[in-house]
């Protein structure tokens, strides 16, 4: 498992959950925890929240563990 900058980075200020998928890259869980204001996305692939963007927390978490157990990127060169 190789943790860079890029698949691990610093923690952002509104960061709730950090989880790591299958090769280390951070799946951040960002916003607040109360309300629909919080979003996700994979340090590893670039995939992130969808439409709702932006969700109640335990939606949110859900979707970015789903995430994060199946997805093998550690980097990746995407245009956002
Ligand atoms: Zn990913």
Redesign the pocket.
Known sequence: MKLSPHSSPAEPADLLIRMH?LVG?A?DVTGRNHGQASRWY?H????RSEFPAVDIVSFTRRKAND??GQ?R?AYHHLHR
Do not use: I, R
């Open positions: 998928n890259a799946v994979c590893g692939c670039g995939q995430h994060a997805c990127a």
